[in-house]
């Protein structure tokens, strides 16, 4: 069915017992109707098609207001699909950093800061360390840690770097 593009509510029924409307009379009254009749059977006629037309424009009204909540529905939904997409995507991403960087994520106790200070090792040992070569066990000992300590700093006049 065609659409409705005027509201038939708001339409007026034409004035049929005037002179712009006599061709239309005329096969009635030819018929042997007299002029009023005529105009009444041309107005009940209008009336009744008006009716239907107002039928059909709220007909058509419903079907917009369905076609509309069925559309914001299931743009609802898409945008509930995206958003929870969204956050599995989020949260696979967090997963992965986490994995990567696992310092990063490290719980952290609630106690208070050490009173002592940290001493670290000398700095020779801690290479040798991290290059994965042999250390000798005196260089992390309570004497090897105070020499450690000790050198920290020490400046030799002939050197030209600090040990």
């Known amino acids: 069915m065609a659409r409705i ?39 009940n006629s209008w009336t009744f098609g008006n009716n ?13 207001v369905a076609a509309a909540d069925e559309h914001a529905h299931l743009a609802a939904d898409a ?7 969204e956050q599995l995507d989020a949260e696979q991403a967090q997963k992965d950093d986490m994995k990567k960087n696992r310092g990063k994520y ?32 005196h260089y992390y000992t309570d004497r090897g840690l105070d020499e450690a300590r000790a050198a920290v700093g020490v400046a030799d006049n002939e050197a030209m770097t600090m040990r």
């Open 79 to 85: 945008e509930a699909q995206r958003k929870e997409a």
């Open 5 to 43: 593009l005027l509201d038939p509510n708001t339409l007026e029924c034409p004035d049929y017992a005037s002179e712009a409307y006599a061709a239309i009379r005329q096969p009635f009254i030819a018929g042997a109707m007299t002029d009023e009749q005529a105009v009444a059977l041309l107005v």
């Open 106 to 137: 490290v719980a952290i106790p609630l106690r208070p800061p050490p009173k002592r200070e940290h001493v670290l090792p000398a700095g020779y040992a801690t290479w040798k360390m991290d290059k994965g070569l042999y250390v000798e066990l």
């Open 52 to 64: 239907a037309d107002k039928a059909a424009w709220q007909a058509q009204l419903d079907e917009d």
